[in-house]
């Protein structure tokens, strides 16, 4: 198998699992004082003080939760809720139109069901986010705006947006900046402090770790309101029991990635740009994404004139794991919002494929895809023309 979906989820990282071993031999519950339960705090509070140092954070903006998803909304609705609270005229929240649905569904809930108005920033035919529409709309209505929420590395065409900018745009209308790094962390430089950023959203199956934990890195002076109550750990922020082994493997996974960032940023690459490179010698494929402020490891393509699901299938009997990079809705692909938002039409947006690369790719892989495509791409066109034509004929 050649697994070439990280950015769905990536392989466990050994020492992620040496971790987790170690964490699930402790009994304790890390909110008991006795010395199992002070055992338990100890690995937690040892992962807290190693994701802030990997992420550039002090360990008390560090908040466990269970992955990106309660990250985000934690971010979204917790921001929201503070800041409208402390002003009820800040009922706006500006977010980009290429959000992952973790972000954009939290913010639709807000609009549904609390009065909440959503601000779009567009994106460029690159999925950039251009500062200056942030700028205008801040300048129109930031005395009313709660929050704004932008991804620094989007999850279909890795594009990396500019995050230092937005920031500044925001602290100059003192408005809290939530950031979606879940695609990044691990992969990309991330210095939370000087970032000026005030909520950054991290999961650990993104970057080696095991899926069900994640954190939110939220500035001491960033005010929110919890989602769930109970027992106040996580500063009242994230009630429950901490899942010691898995934030242990979470901080190991971070730490392994960090480590040989230099290196691995380098390697994989490399190894994308290959990707990249033969598949762009394909008639009719288009490479999707920023061209150079992109994430190392996606590679994202249209196909013309077939399905997405159609070609992940096809790769899928050949041993290979891709994706098209977007949501379905119970097995039924949608066009992905992102492709729609940089100016794709529907047909282009439904013949997208991504291929993300991580720790574990070797250039094997990259040469399975590049021997596979061809065969692939001409199979898949071929089962699209006759529904193309039938439907030309209607
Ligand atoms: C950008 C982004 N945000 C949020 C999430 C959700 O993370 P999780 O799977 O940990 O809930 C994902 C996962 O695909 C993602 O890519």
């Given at each position: 198998m050649h697994y070439l979906d990280h950015a769905a989820t990536a392989p466990l990282r050994p020492a992620a699992q040496a971790a987790m071993a170690a964490a699930m031999a402790e009994p304790g519950n890390a909110s008991s004082q006795h010395g199992p339960g002070?055992?338990?705090?100890?690995?937690a509070e040892d992962a807290r003080d190693a994701m802030a140092a990997a992420l550039g954070a002090h360990p008390s903006e560090v908040l466990f939760t269970s992955g990106g998803t309660e990250s985000d909304n934690l971010a979204v609705k917790g921001l929201f809720w503070a800041r409208r609270a402390a002003d009820p005229r800040r009922d706006r929240i500006v977010l980009s139109r290429i959000e992952?649905?973790?972000?954009?569904?939290?913010?639709?809930?807000l609009a549904d069901h609390e009065g909440a108005q959503l601000d779009w920033l567009d994106v460029d035919r690159d999925g950039l986010i251009d500062p200056a529409q942030l700028g205008a709309l801040l300048a129109a209505q930031g005395d009313r705006t709660a929050l704004i929420s932008a991804m620094w590395a989007n999850n279909e065409v890795g594009t990396l947006q500019p995050i230092r900018?937005?920031?500044?745009?925001?602290?100059?209308?003192?408005?809290?900046?939530h950031v979606d790094a879940v695609q990044a962390a691990g992969s990309e430089p991330i210095d939370f402090a000087a970032s000026g950023v005030s909520a950054l959203s991290v999961s650990a199956h993104k970057f080696g770790g095991p899926a069900g934990a994640g954190a939110l890195l939220l500035r001491r002076d960033a005010a929110a309101i919890a989602l769930a109550h109970g027992g106040g750990q996580e500063r009242g922020l994230r009630s429950g029991t901490l899942a010691v082994p898995l934030i242990a493997g979470m901080a190991a996974a971070l730490g392994d990635a960090v480590a040989g960032r230099g290196t691995e940023h380098a390697r994989i690459d490399s190894l994308r740009a290959m990707l990249a490179a033969g598949a762009g010698e394909l008639?009719?494929?288009?490479?999707?994404?920023?061209?150079?402020?992109?994430?190392?490891?996606i590679a994202h393509l249209s196909v013309s004139g077939c399905e997405g699901d159609a070609?992940?299938?096809l790769l899928d009997q050949q041993g290979i794991a891709c994706s098209t990079g977007s949501a379905c809705d119970a097995g039924v692909s949608?066009?992905?919002?992102?492709?729609?938002?940089?100016?794709?039409?529907?047909?282009?947006?439904?013949?997208?494929l991504r291929f993300s690369l991580g720790h574990t790719t070797t250039p094997a892989d990259v040469a399975a895809?590049?021997?596979?495509?061809?065969?692939?791409?001409?199979?898949?066109?071929?089962?699209?023309?006759?529904?193309?034509?039938?439907?030309?004929?209607?």
């Open positions: 002070r055992a338990a705090r100890r690995i992952h649905h973790a972000v954009l569904e939290a913010a639709q809930w900018e937005l920031a500044a745009i925001a602290a100059q209308h003192g408005v809290p900046l008639g009719g494929v288009q490479l999707n994404g920023h061209p150079t402020r992109r994430l190392a490891g070609l992940l299938m949608r066009a992905s919002h992102v492709l729609l938002a940089m100016g794709r039409t529907e047909p282009q947006a439904r013949a997208a895809v590049l021997d596979a495509l061809p065969g692939v791409v001409a199979s898949a066109r071929a089962a699209a023309a006759p529904a193309t034509l039938a439907g030309a004929a209607r």
